[in-house]
């Protein structure tokens, strides 16, 4: 039984539209790959935190761990798009694509692969740096808030 062919460009499409739900991890590694369904657990939680910011204010300290689940999601997943498209394609056909040799056209670069990492890139980076703010915003405010009450 012969694996069937990966094809770069479209496992790195996949990881930067779909990634957060897994969908670069199940076209590669199939249905069964534990980590794939991390993404989607991880996104759920994320967005979760989102919709109690929207329902409870930017005061719910549980929103506050919640909400980053889903940046460092979907900057995971963009950080597989980017590693996915600058993978040499010899090792990407010996892991991927076997049957074609180092030299194969499933491991090959296209210009739609490089733009779809530069976008990971830009995506990637947002969203990592919007978590990170965003967790970094709550934490110090409601240290301010504490030393507040405490000083009362």
């Known amino acids: 039984m012969s694996t069937p062919r990966k094809n770069k460009t479209l496992a790195t499409w996949l990881a930067l539209l779909g990634g957060t739900m897994g969908l670069h991890r199940f076209y590669l590694r199939g249905l069964g790959d ?4 991390l993404f989607p657990l991880a996104s759920g939680l994320g967005w979760w935190g989102v919709e109690r910011v929207l329902a409870l204010g930017q005061d719910d300290k549980l929103s506050w761990w919640l909400i980053p689940f889903l940046g ?13 498209g600058l993978s040499d394609r010899a090792r990407w056909n010996a892991k991927y694509a076997p049957d074609q040799g180092p030299d194969g056209t499933a491991g090959a670069t296209s210009w739609l692969t490089i733009g779809a990492v530069v976008l990971s890139l830009l995506v990637g980076a947002t969203a990592f740096m919007g978590s990170l703010s965003f967790s970094i915003q709550s934490y110090v405010k409601y240290q301010i808030e504490e030393a507040r009450r405490i000083s009362q």
Do not use: D, T
């Open 34 to 37: 534990w980590i794939g369904w």
């Open 72 to 84: 460092m999601s979907l900057a995971a997943a963009c950080l597989s798009a980017i590693v996915y």
